[in-house]
């Protein structure tokens, strides 16, 4: 048999186990990948599949055992080892979580022609899910570093720029944040979340009027969006009771 159709047998089992695994149809899926295993001991595909497979249906146990199967059999699986890395994380495994997750980042060198935009957004995915866990225990330098590091491999994901934005002014750069913002913001007028930060930061200042015409101006677009209407009538009653008290 020559590579050439070994590769067009390999991309139809892996067409048809995603498809039969996205149906929830396991059982159908697992005999595929086992006969699989039969004519080919060594394919890392299809114990990856098989993870997933496990995964889905509770057995994370199982799950492991495949995916760093498939991780021996070919050290640069990246699929492998970001999905190892994900299920390490969910059960509280975060040493063995970084080891997974550095083993895809290597192996990231490795990987095929045409399949880049789709690694570049799983790999932003991870980077995102640490910068949230060091946004959580308030180490904010390695926040920054992690969302711009997502930033860079998804630019189409907006809102993490918004969360570094949120981490930088934690950090204590609050004019910085408010810059990051602004450009958001006229990069994307359309784009309410970003006049909805920069409403909160301008209040979180002092700036009333500023965070107000932010708000205002996202009813502009949205006139029912909720958040808007929350923070102006919280301006509205800040600006009441300050006029009371005076």
């Not at 996205?22 to 159908?28: G, P, V, W």
């Not at 979580?97 to 095929?112: E, I, L, M, P």
């Not at 899910?129 to 570093?145: G, M």
């Not at 979340?193 to 909160?200: E, F, H, N, V, W």
Request: aromatic share 8%; hydrophobic share 35%; glycine share 4%.
């Amino acid at each position: 048999m020559t590579g050439n159709q070994t590769s067009q047998i390999n991309e139809g089992f892996e067409r048809q186990a995603h498809d039969l695994i996205n149906r929830k149809e396991f059982d159908q899926a697992e005999t595929l990948l086992n006969s699989v295993l039969k004519r080919e001991p060594d394919s890392a595909d299809a114990y990856y599949f098989l993870g997933v497979s496990a995964f889905l249906q509770g057995n994370i146990g199982t799950s492991i055992e495949h995916l760093r199967h498939a991780i021996e059999l070919d050290a640069h699986h990246t699929d492998a080892s970001i999905c190892l890395s994900v299920l390490y994380s969910d059960i509280g495994k975060y040493p063995e979580a970084k080891r997974a997750f550095d083993q895809a980042n290597q192996s990231v060198v490795h990987k095929r022609v045409g399949d880049d935009s789709e690694i570049d957004r799983k790999f932003a995915i991870k980077h995102l899910e640490l910068a949230d866990l060091y946004f959580r225990c308030r180490r904010y330098d390695e926040a920054i570093e992690e969302y711009s590091k997502a930033a860079v491999l998804n630019p189409k994901d907006l809102e993490i720029r918004i969360r570094h934005a949120k981490a930088v002014a934690k950090k204590g750069f609050l004019s910085r944040a408010v810059q990051e913002l602004q450009m958001l913001k006229n990069e994307n007028p359309e784009y309410a979340p970003a006049r909805i930060q920069l409403g909160l930061l301008h209040y979180s200042q002092g700036n009333l009027l500023d965070a107000e015409l932010e708000w205002e101006n996202v009813l502009h677009i949205d006139p029912v969006n909720r958040e808007a209407l929350s923070y102006l009538e919280m301006a509205k009653q800040n600006r009441l009771g300050s006029n009371t008290n005076q």
